[in-house]
Nanobody
Framework: QVQLLESGGGLVQAGGALRLSCAAS????????MGWFRQAPGKEREFVAA????????YYGESVKGRFTISGDNAKNTVYLQMSSPKPEDTAVYYC???????????????WGRGTQVTVAS
């Protein structure tokens, strides 16, 4: 089992910056990737970004490409999501997930955090 705990959510002004963190504990060696998803009220869950622990390759959803950056610290089993120039439409609950990179990119994860709310004020 892998436990994921997100932090760093909150209220941010449009055009500002916010960094989310997700710390993994437990059988972390069982995941080769970690990623971020989000879900806004009344909308489906959306893939945001993923990172491969093995290769360091990073993948992004089209709506955040060029604005958000995923990074990871393997030694700390922690993944980050740097949100730059956020927009009001980025408002959502952000979830951390772990699993194979291919599954994450397809919208699935083996392990999930409880989520952290991000609200972008215009």
């Amino acid at each position: 089992q892998v436990q994921l705990l997100e932090s760093g959510g909150g209220l941010v002004q449009a055009g500002g910056a916010l960094r989310l963190s997700c710390a993994a504990s437990g059988r972390t060696f069982s995941t080769n990737g970690m990623g971020w998803f989000r879900q806004a009220p009344g909308k489906e869950r959306e893939f945001v970004a993923a990172i491969s622990w093995r290769t360091g390759n990073k993948y992004y959803g089209e709506s955040v490409k060029g604005r958000f950056t995923i990074s990871g610290d393997n030694a700390k089993n922690t993944v980050y999501l740097q949100m730059s120039s956020p927009k009001p439409e980025d408002t959502a609950v952000y979830y951390c997930a772990g699993g194979s990179v291919s599954s994450l990119r397809a919208g699935n994860g083996d392990y999930w955090g409880r989520g952290t709310q991000v609200t972008v004020a215009s």
